[in-house]
């Protein structure tokens, strides 16, 4: 999927009202477009951007989440949280931040503001912010281009550069490419092996068991994956005191609370699959977050495609030559194979096409009997046509039972004289 260049401003402060400015973290700054309809293309059905005022958007950074300066009256662990927050100021140009002393999430002066820069986007999340990866200065390419992202543009982008830093956790959403996702889980796991940044004291994960032995209240110093922090800061505000009842807390609301993951055997899980909770006030997570693939809510994940129905004997339609050169009719030809080392009859037998037409085989064989490993080209001729726009190919035996059957696409058919092999 191509991602959308869109070139802008990073906002975090509002010069004539700081206090009613953008709370930055290490995830998320304002973005003001240059052109406001690039943004809003990347709409989908229940879905619209969510612009302020001064015609600002939050940008959700793809593949990494920071530990959170606030989240609910709450915070994660403010060293790490900070320190996430001040490299990413610092990577855009900001100089000079001053924080309110008052509400110390504020900024009230800044140098070096707004910072000029463009992201590259393909989506919004449920709450209208745009997921991307965030880029610092100008670029030649087109507002507005289309950008199939590789590798080279990923470790280009603030993203790549907090999480090899070892200041953020991965959280990877399905909107991000499968290759993109295995090089940034590569990086986490490198950075983990060299002890990198926040990692050395991440606890709740496969290795280090969460002990809150002084009570749930612990959550705002220990340093763990955020998707996890917010929900026990959401499961402490409901009352609980310990984890005994956070298994089934989280399966109450599954939109909410027990997040849609795909775990890393590829089944479709849930919150409560990833957590652990080995006593009362003990915890780990059974799969570190690099491994995970979070699903939002409105994602339908696609069944897998039907089985092809198993051949009830040894016949196989194995090539057709759907497209002939020149005139089609008395020139299409399906390929046929005996796999098996007896012969078989084909008495009444038929050939068909997906609108039911049908030949009769042993007329197209000129015998009844196809020989033991025999691979046999047969032509059809006007009462079935295999269509250039797609078509199924059915062989049926005397009872009518479905012996095997094929299919193909109309970008299949679409060059003369090419056999299409199944």
């Known amino acids: 999927m191509p991602y959308k260049l869109i070139k802008g401003e990073f906002h975090v402060h509002y010069p004539d009202r700081p206090l009613s400015g953008p709370e930055p973290d290490g995830d998320t700054v304002k973005f003001l477009p240059d052109n406001r309809i690039l943004v809003d293309v990347l709409s989908a059905p229940g879905r619209s951007a969510a612009f302020n005022q001064r015609g600002m958007i939050n ?8 530990l959170e300066t606030h989240f609910a009256g709450s915070h994660q662990n403010l060293e790490w949280a900070e320190a996430a927050r001040d490299k990413l100021l610092s990577q855009i140009g900001f100089t000079s931040i001053e924080f309110s002393d008052r509400n110390p999430n504020k900024i009230i002066t800044v140098d070096d503001h707004p910072q000029r820069g463009y992201i590259l986007a393909n989506n919004l999340d449920t709450f209208g912010r745009i997921i991307a990866f965030v880029y610092t200065g100008d670029t030649a390419q087109v507002d507005g281009s289309q950008v199939f992202i590789e590798d080279s543009h990923v470790n280009q982008s603030l993203n790549y550069q907090l999480l090899e830093a070892g200041l953020v956790y991965p959280a990877f959403y399905t909107s991000l490419p499968t290759d993109l996702k295995q090089s940034l889980a590569q990086l986490v796991r490198n950075t983990k092996q060299e002890n990198t940044g926040l990692w050395p004291e ?12 002084e009570g749930l209240t612990e959550i705002e110093n220990l340093v763990m994956w955020p998707k996890l922090f917010r929900r026990l800061v959401r499961y402490v505000g409901a009352g609980f005191t310990n984890l005994s009842q956070l298994d089934a807390w989280l399966r109450e609301d599954p939109i909410n609370r027990d997040d849609r993951v795909l775990l890393p055997n590829g089944e479709l899980g849930n919150m409560h699959d990833v957590i652990d909770v080995t006593s009362p006030l003990k915890l780990r997570m059974n799969y570190e977050p690099e491994d995970l693939v979070i699903v939002p809510d409105s ?20 090539a057709a030559l759907v497209n002939p050169l020149g005139k089609e009719i008395g020139q299409e030809r399906v390929t046929l194979l005996n796999v098996s080392a007896q012969e078989q009859n084909v008495t009444d037998w038929t050939l068909a096409d997906s609108i039911g037409k049908s030949i009769p085989l042993p007329e197209l064989l000129n015998s009844t009997v196809l020989a033991a490993g025999e691979v046999v080209q047969v032509t059809l001729n006007s009462r079935v046509r295999l269509n250039n726009t797609g078509d199924t190919i059915t062989l049926f035996d005397s009872q009518g039972s479905m012996v095997d059957q094929v299919s193909y696409a109309r970008k299949d058919a679409k060059e003369e004289g090419v056999t299409l092999v199944f």
């Open 202 to 213: 991440s606890t709740a994960n496969t290795e280090r068991i969460a002990n809150f032995t």
């Open 299 to 318: 994602t339908v994940i696609p069944q897998p495609p039907p089985v092809k129905p198993q051949p009830q004997t040894n016949i196989r339609i194995i």
């Open 59 to 66: 940008l959700r950074f793809e593949g990494i989440d920071a």
